[in-house]
């Protein structure tokens, strides 16, 4: 008997578009045979299915779907909402809560990843190289030119919770800052301000199972913009992604060997992603932890994915059987 999947897409971030593109390249890859898929958008409160005759709610009170008088109940959830509330914690809170197993971190660990600070405290012991940085919270206020004085020229300016590289500017003098750091502002309640880490910036996509551990083929992603933004990331052509890197084996196994160690320091599941920068003495320093990494028709992840000689529709289902088969 088929499983029903609802495939959750979109959410309530800027991000939003992105997720609906890649939750269709998700939607086409799963097994048919194996499930009936429901793609669903999330969006403010309302969780919606659409097909040809209409609009759907799903029963948030059971996390259930009725059409034509059939109620439809979920076996699993599939995650693909970048950012809020898919990312952060609160899809996964409410799934636990109904006893619906889902794709990726717990809510726990879905809270800490999307912070950028807690995910720099969780994994520094770990021996996972990691960027000197300030936070700030919207009351806080320290002059620019005491920031520079600590982290030096250039630096980066991030919102604390968000993804995409949405808000997030390369500053290059002290007189930047401050308009740099309300744009961050705009996306997130606090702001992180880190030193510049010069190197090659390198994603690491990574899924433990409880049978196997799986690195994908490293990219080394060469941006044509100042560094990987928005707009790099997700228009053709601004950026080459190099899969797999051109880089020594040594410098292979730490990534490799960090991309675990952050994995695990985080309590992370189902398929992630790890960047980090190498800098010119082999050294990776770690940027952020992706939970919900894209998965569009030109995202990092499904290249490796198809540079290891496995498909999309394999990966997906190792990922669903693993929860369905270890609860």
């Known amino acids: 008997m088929k499983r029903n999947i609802a495939l959750l897409a979109g959410g309530n971030s800027s991000e939003r578009e992105i997720a609906l593109q890649s939750a269709a390249q998700v939607e086409e890859a799963f097994d048919k045979e194996r499930y009936n898929v429901w793609l669903i958008d999330v969006c403010g409160h309302t969780f919606t299915y659409r097909n040809d005759s209409g609009e759907y709610r799903v029963d948030l009170n059971d996390f259930s779907l009725t059409i034509d008088n059939e109620r439809i ?67 806080d206020w320290i002059a620019p030119e005491a920031i520079v004085a600590e982290l030096g020229l250039p630096l980066f300016v991030k919102p604390n919770a968000s993804g995409s590289s949405c808000g997030v500017t390369k500053v290059k003098s002290a007189e930047e800052l401050p308009d740099a750091i309300f744009k961050a502002f705009d996306e997130s309640s606090e702001v992180l301000v880190e030193e510049f880490i010069a190197g090659r910036e390198m994603a690491c996509g990574v899924l433990v199972t409880a049978e196997k551990e799986f690195l994908f083929p490293i990219t080394e992603v060469v941006a044509k913009n100042e560094f990987f933004d928005y707009e790099a990331k997700y228009t053709a052509g601004m950026s080459d992604e190099i899969t797999p890197a051109d880089i020594t084996p040594e410098v292979a196994a730490k990534l490799n060997e960090m991309t675990l160690a952050a994995y695990k320091a985080c309590r992370c599941k189902g398929l ?28 990092i992840v499904p290249k490796q994915i198809r540079a290891a000689g496995m498909t999309m529709t394999e990966i997906l289902t190792l990922v669903i059987e693993d929860e369905l088969c270890n609860r």
Do not use: W
């Not at 619906?100 to 717990?106: E, L, T």
């Not at 992630?272 to 030109?298: L, Q, Y």
């Open 73 to 139: 109940e979920f076996d699993y959830a599939y995650i693909m909402i970048h950012g809020t509330p898919g990312e952060d914690g609160h899809i996964q809170g409410y799934l636990e809560m109904m006893g619906v197993p889902f794709s990726s971190c717990d809510m726990v660990s879905s809270v800490i990843t999307f912070d950028k600070v807690s995910t720099k405290r969780a994994v520094a012991e770990t021996g996972v190289g990691l960027a000197k940085g300030i936070i700030l919270g919207e009351d």
């Open 272 to 299: 992630a992603r790890v960047d980090f920068i190498v800098t010119p003495e082999g050294e990776p320093v770690m940027i952020e932890i992706n939970t919900i990494p894209g998965m569009s028709g030109g995202s």
